[in-house]
C-alpha cells in the first residue's frame, strides 16, 4: 500500500544541511547536542510506544535495539532508557563500548537506569519481534564494513517489526543508494529534516513508512534545493474550464512513433493526452496502424506515414506541442521523423528511441522535456545504469547540463530537474513496472504543455498524476496492472472537483 506523504514537510536536505542547521541551533544556545540526542530518543520511544499499544497490547513484547557508537546509537539508547522506565523488556546490542559524547552520556545514563547490554548475537536477532535500528544513521559512506553487514542481514532475513531511526542503516542520506546492504525497515523516523535520499532510489524499498521528527531544528535550516511533491498539489492546477470553452482552446498535440510492431505504444500515449484534456490530438504513424489506432479510439486524428512529407510537416506546424518517441524505432523511419521534429521551434515531449536517437546526436535545447528511464540515462551520459543509480540527483543534474531542457529521471521517487529547481515525486508503485506506462506518461505531459503549463510544470504536474493514476489503479493489485487501466484515474485526477 502507498504512503500518503503528504504529512511530510516538502523541503529535503541532505546529510549535511541537516548537521549544519543542529551546529547553528547549537550556537545560538537554543539547544545542545546532547538535548536532540533525548529530543530524537523520546520521539522514538513514542512512536514504539504508540505501536506496541496498537499492535501488540502489552509492554511484555520485547524490545531489541542495535547500537551503534554514533549519535544514532545515541538516540536508540535514549529511547532503550526511555522503554526500560516504562516497564518494557530491552535488550541492547552494542557495536563498540566506546562512542560519540552524546553516545557516551546516553550509555551512562540508560546504564544507570538498570538497563544491560549484551555482546552480538545473531540468535538474539533472529528471535526479536521487534527491533529498533540504531546502527549507523547518516553516517554511512561507502560499503557497511563486515560485522555490522551482518548485523543488518540478520535483521532482513527475522520476522520482526523494525524501526529504524533517521534513516534505515546503509542508505545513502543524499542519495538513497545502497552499498551492499541496508535494514529494511518497516518505518522509519527521520528527525530533523527529511533527508533527501529517503524518497528514491533503493531508500523507496528500504525505508517502509516514512514518519518525521521535527526535533524544533526548522527554524536553523538554510533554503532546501530539493522539494518534495505529491498528489495534494494537484488541487492548484486544475481550475474548472469556463462554460465556454472549446476544442481549440483546449490543446492541439501531434504525437509520433509506432513503428512496425509497436502500435500500442503510440496508442497508449495518443489516449493518454486526450485523458489529459488535450482538445485535438494528431497521430503520426505507420499506415498499417490506423485501425489499431482508431478502432476503440475515433477522437484521435491519424496520419499514416511512409515517408516524411510535406503533410508531415504541417502537422508538426499545426501543433502546439509535439510528443515524439513511444515506439519511434532506431530504423530509418523513426530516424527521419526524429530529424524532421528537431527542425520544429515546438516544445517537445521526448520519449523512448527519441532519446536513444538523440543520445547518438547530443544537442541542447532548452523548450523540451527529456523523459528518461536510467537505461536510457546511461545511454544519454555514455555510462552504466550502476552509476545513474548511485547519485539519480546527479545523473538529472548532469543530463539537464548536456542537453538542456527540464529532465525527468523515471523510477522509484522520480527525480525532476531544470536547471534551477530539483523535485522529488515519490509517487506511483511497482504496478507501473509494465510496457506501455512510459507512453502514458508522455502523452500526459505533452497535454499538460499544450494547454498551457509551463515546461516544468507540466512535467511535476503529469508525474503526479501518473504515479497517482497508478496508486487508485492497485485498489486492484499491482501486479497485473496495465498501462490502458490508468486511463479513467488519469480523467479524475485532472478534473480538480473529483479530487
Same mark, same amino acid.
Given at each position: 500500500?502507498?504512503? %500518503?506523504?503528504?504529512?511530510?514537510?516538502?523541503?529535503?536536505?541532505?546529510?549535511?544541511?541537516?548537521?549544519?542547521?543542529?551546529?547553528? @541551533?547549537?550556537?545560538?544556545?537554543?539547544?545542545?547536542?546532547?538535548?536532540?540526542?533525548?529530543?530524537?530518543?523520546?520521539?522514538?520511544?513514542?512512536?514504539?510506544?504508540?505501536?506496541? @499499544? !496498537?499492535?501488540?497490547?502489552?509492554?511484555? !513484547?520485547?524490545?531489541?535495539?542495535?547500537?551503534?557508537?554514533?549519535?544514532?546509537?545515541?538516540?536508540?539508547?535514549?529511547?532503550?532508557?526511555?522503554?526500560?522506565?516504562?516497564?518494557?523488556?530491552?535488550?541492547?546490542?552494542?557495536?563498540?563500548?566506546?562512542?560519540?559524547?552524546?553516545?557516551?552520556? @546516553?550509555?551512562?545514563?540508560?546504564?544507570?537506569?538498570?538497563?544491560?547490554?549484551?555482546? #552480538?548475537?545473531?540468535?538474539?536477532?533472529?528471535?526479536?519481534?521487534?527491533?529498533?535500528?540504531?546502527?549507523?544513521?547518516?553516517?554511512?559512506?561507502?560499503?557497511?564494513?563486515? &560485522?555490522?553487514?551482518?548485523?543488518?542481514?540478520?535483521?532482513?532475513?527475522?520476522?520482526?517489526?523494525?524501526?529504524?531511526?533517521?534513516?534505515?542503516?546503509?542508505?545513502?542520506?543524499?542519495?538513497?543508494?545502497?552499498?551492499?546492504?541496508?535494514?529494511?525497515?518497516? /518505518?522509519?523516523l527521520c528527525f530533523g529534516g527529511i533527508k533527501q535520499g529517503l524518497l528514491t532510489s533503493k531508500a523507496r524499498h528500504h525505508s517502509g513508512f516514512i514518519e518525521f521528527a521535527e526535533l524544533g531544528l526548522?527554524?536553523?535550516?538554510?533554503?532546501?534545493?530539493?522539494?518534495?511533491?505529491?498528489?495534494?498539489?494537484?488541487k492548484d492546477y486544475f481550475a474548472a474550464r469556463a462554460r465556454d470553452s472549446h476544442k481549440g482552446q483546449s490543446g492541439k498535440v501531434t504525437v509520433i512513433g509506432g513503428d512496425f510492431g509497436m502500435a500500442?505504444?503510440?496508442?497508449?500515449?495518443?489516449?493518454?493526452?486526450?485523458?489529459?484534456?488535450?482538445?485535438?490530438?494528431?497521430? #503520426?504513424?505507420?499506415?498499417?496502424?490506423?485501425?489499431?489506432?482508431?478502432?476503440?479510439?475515433?477522437?484521435?486524428?491519424?496520419?499514416?506515414?511512409?515517408?516524411?512529407?510535406?503533410?508531415?510537416?504541417?502537422?508538426?506546424?499545426?501543433?502546439?506541442?509535439?510528443?515524439?518517441?513511444?515506439?519511434?524505432?532506431?530504423?530509418?523511419?523513426?530516424?527521419?521523423?526524429?530529424?524532421?521534429?528537431?527542425?520544429?521551434?515546438?516544445?517537445?515531449?521526448?520519449?523512448?528511441? @527519441?532519446?536513444?536517437?538523440?543520445?547518438?546526436?547530443?544537442?541542447?535545447?532548452?523548450?523540451?522535456?527529456?523523459?528518461?528511464?536510467?537505461?536510457?540515462?546511461?545511454?544519454?551520459?555514455?555510462c552504466s545504469v550502476a552509476e545513474i543509480e548511485q547519485d539519480r540527483f546527479a545523473a538529472a543534474r548532469a543530463i539537464q547540463q548536456k542537453y538542456g531542457g527540464v529532465v525527468l529521471l523515471k523510477g522509484?521517487?522520480? /527525480?525532476?530537474?531544470?536547471?534551477?529547481?530539483?523535485?522529488?515525486?515519490?509517487?506511483?508503485?511497482?504496478?507501473?513496472?509494465?510496457?506501455?506506462?512510459? &507512453?502514458?506518461?508522455?502523452?500526459?505531459?505533452?497535454?499538460?504543455?499544450?494547454?498551457?503549463?509551463?515546461?516544468?510544470?507540466?512535467?511535476?504536474?503529469?508525474?503526479?498524476?501518473?504515479?497517482?493514476?497508478?496508486?487508485?489503479?492497485?485498489?486492484?493489485?499491482?501486479?497485473?496492472?496495465?498501462?490502458?487501466?490508468?486511463?479513467?484515474? #488519469?480523467?479524475?485526477?485532472?478534473?480538480? %472537483?473529483?479530487?
Amino acid at each position: 500500500m502507498a504512503q %500518503d506523504l503528504s504529512r511530510l514537510p516538502t523541503a529535503l536536505y541532505t546529510q549535511q544541511q541537516v548537521r549544519e542547521a543542529e551546529l547553528l @541551533a547549537v550556537a545560538q544556545g537554543e539547544v545542545t547536542l546532547y538535548e536532540l540526542v533525548e529530543r530524537a530518543g523520546y520521539a522514538a520511544f513514542q512512536y514504539l510506544a504508540k505501536h506496541i @499499544a !496498537t499492535e501488540h497490547n502489552t509492554e511484555s !513484547t520485547p524490545l531489541l535495539m542495535l547500537v551503534g557508537s554514533g549519535n544514532n546509537g545515541a538516540d536508540a539508547l535514549v529511547c532503550a532508557r526511555l522503554a526500560l522506565e516504562a516497564g518494557n523488556v530491552v535488550s541492547v546490542i552494542l557495536t563498540k563500548t566506546t562512542g560519540s559524547v552524546e553516545y557516551e552520556r @546516553a550509555l551512562t545514563a540508560y546504564v544507570n537506569q538498570g538497563g544491560l547490554t549484551q555482546e #552480538i548475537d545473531i540468535n538474539v536477532i533472529s528471535e526479536a519481534e521487534i527491533i529498533v535500528d540504531g546502527l549507523l544513521g547518516t553516517g554511512v559512506r561507502g560499503e557497511v564494513r563486515d &560485522d555490522i553487514a551482518q548485523l543488518i542481514k540478520a535483521v532482513n532475513q527475522s520476522s520482526a517489526w523494525v524501526l529504524s531511526l533517521d534513516l534505515p542503516s546503509g542508505i545513502n542520506p543524499d542519495t538513497g543508494a545502497v552499498a551492499n546492504v541496508a535494514v529494511m525497515a518497516d /518505518v522509519t523516523l527521520c528527525f530533523g529534516g527529511i533527508k533527501q535520499g529517503l524518497l528514491t532510489s533503493k531508500a523507496r524499498h528500504h525505508s517502509g513508512f516514512i514518519e518525521f521528527a521535527e526535533l524544533g531544528l526548522t527554524p536553523f535550516f538554510t533554503q532546501s534545493s530539493v522539494q518534495r511533491v505529491g498528489r495534494e498539489i494537484l488541487k492548484d492546477y486544475f481550475a474548472a474550464r469556463a462554460r465556454d470553452s472549446h476544442k481549440g482552446q483546449s490543446g492541439k498535440v501531434t504525437v509520433i512513433g509506432g513503428d512496425f510492431g509497436m502500435a500500442g505504444a503510440i496508442r497508449l500515449a495518443s489516449e493518454a493526452c486526450l485523458r489529459a484534456g488535450a482538445g485535438l490530438v494528431t497521430v #503520426i504513424s505507420r499506415p498499417e496502424h490506423q485501425l489499431t489506432v482508431n478502432v476503440s479510439r475515433p477522437e484521435l486524428m491519424f496520419w499514416g506515414c511512409d515517408l516524411v512529407d510535406m503533410e508531415v510537416y504541417l502537422r508538426l506546424g499545426w501543433a502546439q506541442v509535439i510528443v515524439l518517441g513511444p515506439g519511434l524505432g532506431k530504423h530509418d523511419w523513426g530516424y527521419n521523423l526524429f530529424k524532421a521534429a528537431g527542425l520544429s521551434d515546438k516544445p517537445c515531449v521526448l520519449d523512448a528511441d @527519441a532519446l536513444n536517437l538523440l543520445s547518438h546526436e547530443p544537442r541542447c535545447q532548452n523548450n523540451w522535456v527529456l523523459t528518461p528511464h536510467p537505461g536510457e540515462a546511461a545511454r544519454l551520459l555514455g555510462c552504466s545504469v550502476a552509476e545513474i543509480e548511485q547519485d539519480r540527483f546527479a545523473a538529472a543534474r548532469a543530463i539537464q547540463q548536456k542537453y538542456g531542457g527540464v529532465v525527468l529521471l523515471k523510477g522509484a521517487g522520480t /527525480v525532476i530537474y531544470d536547471g534551477k529547481t530539483m523535485v522529488v515525486a515519490p509517487v506511483g508503485n511497482p504496478g507501473l513496472a509494465s510496457g506501455g506506462c512510459g &507512453d502514458v506518461l508522455s502523452g500526459i505531459i505533452g497535454a499538460l504543455m499544450a494547454q498551457g503549463m509551463d515546461n516544468m510544470q507540466a512535467t511535476i504536474v503529469a508525474v503526479v498524476v501518473h504515479g497517482s493514476a497508478a496508486d487508485l489503479a492497485a485498489a486492484h493489485g499491482e501486479r497485473g496492472m496495465l498501462a490502458s487501466d490508468l486511463m479513467p484515474f #488519469i480523467r479524475q485526477l485532472v478534473n480538480s %472537483d473529483l479530487l
